[in-house]
């Protein structure tokens, strides 16, 4: 979606049909916010029902928090062909803290499990 957000104007030019196209540009960038804050609400929502552990909560908060910043310097940088770069940098940075954070979780409660 970040990378349609970037393009959308060639893209449109081109006569694609992306959702960030149909969408428009504002509604375009709460599509994008509400994917990356459901990324970390379904995680969260999968600690509380028990289908992960719950030491993955604290660390989903925490990587959530990191995220968030990295996705407010993208968004004051906008989305176009010339952010285009910084923004696939930034978007990888964010998958990045996302699975970091809920590998290192599993990983100290694998340890802890394990009395190690």
């Known amino acids: 979606m970040v990378n ?3 393009d959308r104007i060639a893209d449109e030019i081109a006569g694609r049909r992306t959702l960030a196209i149909l ?4 509604r375009a960038l709460w599509a994008n916010r509400l994917f990356l804050t459901l990324a970390f609400l379904i995680q969260l929502t999968l600690a509380l029902v028990g289908y992960i552990p719950t030491i993955t ?4 908060l925490l990587g959530a928090f990191l995220a968030f910043l990295v996705w407010r310097k993208m968004e004051k940088h906008g989305f176009s062909l010339e952010t285009k770069g ?6 990888s940075k964010i998958y990045l803290i996302h699975c970091a954070f809920l590998a290192i979780a599993l990983l100290v409660k694998y340890v802890s499990y394990r009395g190690g």
Request: proline share 0%; hydrophobic share 40%; with cysteine.
């Open 86 to 91: 910084a923004s696939m940098g930034g978007i």
């Open 4 to 6: 349609n957000s970037c």
């Open 23 to 26: 969408l428009g540009e504002k």
């Open 57 to 60: 909560i604290a660390f989903t």
